[in-house]
């Protein structure tokens, strides 16, 4: 936009008739100072650019519009241009006036004032022309003129006039389509750039007086004739001019190609090798991108401005060098701390972009010297160095150094601009993956912490689990699984789906969860344990829905006992044939329903058989039927498997085969072992105190026999004291003591007193209650349960592999 017409040049009234008007260019900031002054702003108002630049605009710019007495058609029309400096105008503003000019004595003067919006310190663009350039060819004065269309007025003989004046640009230059649109894409967020256009152009050839235009889209077509020629011709630039326009055009295709290849995803680690990659080959030879270790990790934001002690990782290397030729000495995966005294920390310390020109040897060998162990000399001698901060919300997330080699144009001021403007670009989307990354690892936390650290084996049972999130953003579900250990070598198997998705639902399924695993310790029957979860979600809220299927596998018995709040039905896989079969169950209704009762159905298993439960997120697909997921569930359940691990990864496989199923899904396999009946000894002893010594013989000749002879000394005086404790509370003529050998040794003393037994608090004086003391001192888990006969008080003893006959060797 900026002209460069020799000064002493004297204006012709072809000019005019041409469209061709030379036009000088400031840019203003926030603080009223000149950022941008045009060759052609020196020529028509005598001041050097350098001598322009930071100085007030009101000094340098022909602020008090037109002068009083003025003559013409203008007189007492128009703003003055301080209206639009002062920030008094949001919209774009036009006025005249008359200044002295250092050549040519008093010029007309027409100007231009048009806001900036966007990042970046530019707040108004000021264009500027002399008025002798618009006048007739005849008779010297000015031609006749009419406003045809808001925000500008044309010349009545102006050739192509009707065409010109619905489509003559307002600010850029009158080019092509496909060339306009790129740049007004641009404008708002890179004001400097777009400015540094320099060639003769066309504008609006009169000013709008007093017209208030608001800021909106511009139309930017070339303006024709019939004849399909341009009715503006375009005066040849001057070399040097093509040569200037032509780079801006080539930073703001790049910056266009960039924003169009960066953050096409937000995956972090993707979005790294995008923003990398995009500055190699076109803009630099070089570029290495750091992270702060926080942000790798998509931990929260960095906390504090970095220093010496900040650690970086270098995240990815993009170069057009040889293979190989940086890898040694800057690999990408190594985390380090920059020296103070090098270019590096000077970025990332100041949030600025740092210019090198050209390294010199005493430069490189000072930055060398910073960094132990290596040697930096060779790679950036002589180099061109621009090192840019990747920040979001005036944080300093990282840095990107770019470097071009010896040979290729040096970095400048102008390609500072660009490199800020691709960090600034490269920080916003990094920081968007960052924040999402981050939400989804509080997400996966969140999920993990509320899902069970199942045991892959129990008393008379192997067990295996999967867990897989949902696609919906947030991947947080209200899908559960758990094992709970009962006493007399049973497990509580439990899966269970909270109506909705969300923290919310995750928070629900833990409390429901929690509950869950208290009243199965109580060891409430199957159909008594749901009746109580469903008043518990009542209590809690009308919100608490829930599905829930729970089941008690007895391994000694060969019984499973389960109900059923509304979940889909197990499948029971046959050892015998491999026949996989739905379990008709009473369905029951979700938990917060209430008022429904629930039932509980008893099944007989066999030692091999295969029970699998699941949530509906694994066979429910939109638009089909149930019971073709059920089907597939069945047939897959079916397929013969290697172990436990691959049976759940073949039902995964066949069920979500693209992973693409948007509900999170909890499944649950659970292979019943049983415990045979050569691994149990029952006896019942009669309440006398001479049957203590008869239980500890008893068990000292089974553990004998077993082969157990580690064990018999721990268990022979624990038995001691049960049965001890037992004589003393019963109340009937029957104590009862058994003993499974399992992958540990299980041993229960059972009475009819009801009331719990507890450990108390003894002194070194006390004869009485250190029974249960001994027992919690020697064995690895102990407990009591209430029966519907009184209680049983249990211990469990480790056992050595090579000791243990049970299903567990």
């Not at 036009?94 to 970046?120: E, F, K, N, T």
């Not at 093509?242 to 924003?259: I, K, M, P, T």
């Not at 079916?638 to 509900?663: E, F, Q, Y």
Request: proline share 7%.
């Amino acid at each position: 936009m900026d002209l460069g017409v020799p000064q002493q040049r004297t204006p012709q009234p072809c000019d005019a008739a041409a469209g061709r008007v030379p036009l000088a260019v400031a840019v203003v900031d926030t603080e009223g100072l000149v950022s941008h002054w045009s060759s052609g702003a020196r020529r028509l108002f005598g001041v050097a650019r350098e001598d322009a630049v930071g100085c007030p605009a009101g000094e340098l710019l022909p602020v008090s519009g037109v002068p009083a007495g003025g003559e013409g058609a203008y007189a007492a029309q128009g703003p003055a241009l301080d209206s639009s400096l002062s920030g008094d105008f949001a919209y774009p503003a036009s006025g005249r006036a008359r200044l002295d000019g250092p050549a040519r004595g008093r010029i007309d003067v027409l100007w231009w004032a048009y806001p900036l919006a966007g990042p970046g310190p530019a707040r108004l663009l000021v264009l500027a022309a002399d008025h002798e350039y618009l006048r007739g060819a005849e008779d010297g004065e000015d031609l006749p003129a009419r406003t045809v269309a808001p925000g500008f007025a044309r010349h009545t003989d102006f050739p192509g006039h009707l065409e010109l004046s619905a489509r003559l640009p307002e600010i850029l230059p009158n080019m092509s389509v496909q060339e306009a649109t790129g740049i007004v894409a641009q404008v708002l967020e890179l004001g400097y750039p777009v400015l540094e256009f320099s060639h003769h152009d066309r504008i609006p050839v009169t000013p709008d007086w007093g017209v208030p235009r608001r800021a909106g889209a511009l139309p930017l077509p070339e303006a024709e004739d019939p004849a399909g020629e341009s009715a503006v011709p375009r005066a040849a630039p001057r070399p040097e001019l093509d040569l200037e326009y032509a780079a801006v055009r080539e930073r703001l295709e790049f910056l266009n190609e960039v924003s169009g290849r960066i953050g096409t995803s937000l995956d972090l680690e993707r979005t790294i090798r995008e923003v990398t990659s995009a500055a190699v080959p076109r803009f630099a030879d070089f570029a290495g991108t750091h992270l702060r270790a926080a942000v790798l990790a998509g931990e929260g934001f960095p906390d504090g401005p970095p220093d010496v002690t900040t650690i970086w990782h270098r995240v990815w290397v993009e170069h057009n060098d040889e293979p190989g030729r940086w890898d040694d000495t800057v690999p990408v995966g190594e985390a380090i701390a920059f020296p103070e005294h090098t270019p590096f920390f000077q970025c990332m310390v100041t949030g600025e972009p740092v210019v090198v020109p050209r390294v010199s040897e005493e430069l490189s060998n000072r930055i060398s010297g910073e960094f132990e162990k290596r040697d930096l000399r060779p790679l950036i001698t002589n180099r061109s160095l621009l090192i840019v901060p990747l920040k979001a919300r005036d944080v300093v997330l990282g840095f990107m150094v770019l470097m071009r080699r010896p040979g290729r144009e040096l970095f400048d001021d102008m390609d500072r601009t660009t490199g800020a403007e691709l960090a600034a670009r490269a920080g916003l989307v990094l920081d968007n993956a960052r924040m999402y990354t981050y939400q989804e690892n509080v997400a996966e936390t969140l999920q993990d912490s509320m899902l069970p650290n199942v045991e892959p084996r129990m008393a008379g049972c192997d067990i295996a689990t999967r867990y897989l999130p949902g696609t919906r953003l947030g991947r947080i579900g209200g899908d559960w699984f758990d094992s709970v250990k009962l006493p007399g070598s049973r497990t509580a198997l439990v899966v269970g789906d909270v109506m909705g998705h969300g923290l919310n639902s995750a928070a629900m399924m833990g409390q429901l969860r929690t509950a869950v695993l208290t009243m199965a310790t109580m060891e409430l029957p199957p159909a008594q344990l749901l009746r109580n979860l469903d008043d518990l979600a009542q209590r809690l809220g009308e919100q608490y829905l829930a599905t829930c299927l729970y089941a008690v596998y007895d391994p000694i018995a060969g019984e499973l006992q389960i109900a059923n709040a509304g979940h889909i039905p197990p499948v029971l896989v046959r050892a015998e044939d491999g026949r996989a079969e739905l379990l008709d169950l009473p369905t029951g209704a979700p938990i917060g329903v209430g008022g429904v009762a629930f039932e509980t159905a008893e099944v007989r298993v066999r030692p091999g058989d295969r029970l699998v439960l699941c949530t509906d997120g694994l066979v429910e697909v939109r638009g089909q039927d149930i019971g073709a997921g059920l089907a597939a569930l069945c047939a897959s359940a079916a397929h013969p498997a290697a172990s436990m691990d691959d049976a759940c990864d073949t039902i995964i496989r066949a069920l979500n085969p693209r992973g693409g199923r948007k509900d999170d899904v909890a499944l649950l396999m659970a292979r019943l072992n049983g415990i045979a009946d050569e691994d149990v000894a029952e006896w019942q002893l009669a309440l006398d105190p001479r049957e203590v010594s008869r239980a500890r013989r008893l068990v000292r000749g089974k553990l004998l026999d077993w082969e157990l002879p580690d064990a018999v000394e721990a268990a022979e005086l624990m038995v001691s004291e049960l049965v001890t404790n037992a004589f003393k509370h019963g109340r009937t003529h029957h104590i009862g003591l058994r003993l499974v050998r399992a992958g540990a040794l299980l041993c229960e003393v059972s009475d009819d007193e009801p009331a719990p037994a507890s450990l108390l608090g003894v002194t070194d004086s006390d004869e009485f209650g250190r029974g249960l003391m001994v027992v919690s001192g020697l064995a690895r888990e102990w407990g009591t349960s209430g029966t519907a006969r009184g209680k049983t008080v249990w211990f469990e003893l480790a056992l050595s592999r090579s000791r243990a006959n049970g299903p567990f060797s």
